[in-house]
């Protein structure tokens, strides 16, 4: 699988006359909780010759393909990206830390990794982690028997958001840190439903387990009512050092490409 991402960035390079400047796993297979039929969400950051930027009307920024049963790839392109993270944008602070690299030019993670503690916004961060996670309550976990992989969902969204409010800091991609949040009296719920994910498929469910959806419940509350005590992150905090990076990029990646 890992040959046929690397080859498919490739094809995409000669074909649309880009540079893929970064690309990762975005879902399960990073995240730490994958089922054997999990697919490979890769999602990748690019950028065009520089010329693309000279013109009135701004291009298509994104490329998305047609998701079939092992693989699902959609792209950013290089200037959308840099203004989503000047925005706080949840999903992409989570693909400049996924611990599944598949490609990456110009040292562009690392590069990016020092600008990310002082770009993200708190209550941005924390409203959208609670966003997910009130939708795995109300819709995903309501009834006697529950989907494993929503259950896991809603889970990592309630320590995320539980590291934003106790930590004030970026919550980490993996599952694994996260769980550092986790009472000891829900740990071993989580192992046991761990080792059945692993052996389970994507539609496998398992009965409510009322403690942990509880616990759940209980995170949605107290994320709710820590929104206002948070604090503000000036509006374009690295503006400066994002528009910069964005130029330094485009000509490196140009002048090798």
Same mark, same amino acid.
């Given at each position: 699988?890992?040959?046929? $991402?690397?080859? /498919?960035?490739?094809? #995409?390079?000669?074909?649309?006359? $880009?540079?893929?400047?970064? /690309?990762?796993?975005? *879902?399960?297979?990073? @995240? *730490?909780?994958?089922?054997?039929?999990?697919?490979?969400?890769?999602?990748? $950051?690019?950028? +065009?010759?520089?010329?693309?930027?000279?013109?009135?009307?701004? *291009?298509?920024?994104?490329?998305?393909?047609?998701?079939?049963?092992?693989?699902?790839? !959609? *792209? @950013?392109?290089?200037?959308?990206?840099?203004?989503?993270?000047?925005?706080?944008?949840? /999903?992409?602070?989570? @693909?400049?830390?996924?611990?599944?690299?598949?490609?990456?030019?110009?040292?562009?993670?690392?590069?990016?990794?020092?600008?990310?503690?002082?770009?993200?916004?708190?209550?941005?961060?924390? +409203?959208?982690? #609670?966003?997910?996670?009130?939708?795995?309550?109300?819709?995903?976990?309501?009834?006697?028997?529950?989907?494993?992989?929503?259950?896991?969902?809603?889970?990592?969204? &309630?320590?995320?958001?539980?590291?934003?409010?106790?930590?004030?800091?970026?919550?980490?991609?993996?599952?694994?840190?996260?769980?550092?949040?986790?009472?000891?009296?829900?740990?071993?719920?989580?192992?046991?439903?761990?080792?059945?994910? !692993? =052996?389970?498929?994507?539609?496998?469910?398992?009965?409510?387990? !009322?403690?942990?959806?509880?616990?759940?419940?209980?995170?949605?509350?107290?994320?709710? !009512?820590?929104?206002?005590?948070?604090?503000?992150?000036?509006?374009?905090?690295?503006?400066?050092?994002? =528009?910069?990076?964005?130029? &330094?990029?485009?000509?490196?990646?140009?002048?090798?490409?």
């Amino acid at each position: 699988m890992l040959t046929r $991402i690397q080859t /498919a960035l490739r094809q #995409l390079e000669a074909t649309h006359g $880009i540079c893929i400047l970064y /690309a990762c796993e975005s *879902g399960s297979r990073a @995240w *730490g909780f994958p089922s054997p039929d999990s697919d490979f969400d890769v999602r990748f $950051i690019y950028c +065009h010759p520089p010329a693309w930027y000279l013109t009135l009307d701004e *291009g298509r920024d994104t490329l998305n393909f047609p998701v079939d049963d092992e693989l699902d790839l !959609a *792209g @950013w392109e290089l200037r959308k990206a840099l203004r989503l993270l000047r925005a706080s944008n949840a /999903a992409l602070f989570e @693909w400049l830390q996924s611990p599944v690299v598949y490609h990456e030019a110009l040292d562009f993670q690392a590069r990016l990794a020092a600008l990310l503690p002082a770009a993200f916004n708190l209550k941005a961060g924390l +409203h959208h982690y #609670l966003g997910q996670l009130r939708r795995g309550v109300e819709e995903d976990l309501a009834g006697e028997e529950i989907r494993l992989k929503r259950l896991f969902y809603a889970l990592r969204s &309630a320590l995320a958001a539980r590291w934003i409010r106790e930590r004030h800091m970026l919550p980490p991609m993996e599952f694994a840190p996260l769980r550092a949040l986790l009472p000891a009296a829900r740990q071993g719920d989580v192992n046991e439903l761990l080792l059945r994910k !692993a =052996d389970a498929n994507e539609k496998s469910v398992v009965p409510n387990p !009322a403690a942990l959806v509880e616990f759940l419940q209980a995170e949605l509350a107290a994320g709710q !009512a820590a929104r206002e005590t948070l604090p503000v992150l000036r509006p374009g905090a690295v503006a400066g050092e994002l =528009d910069t990076l964005f130029q &330094a990029l485009l000509s490196e990646a140009f002048a090798a490409f």
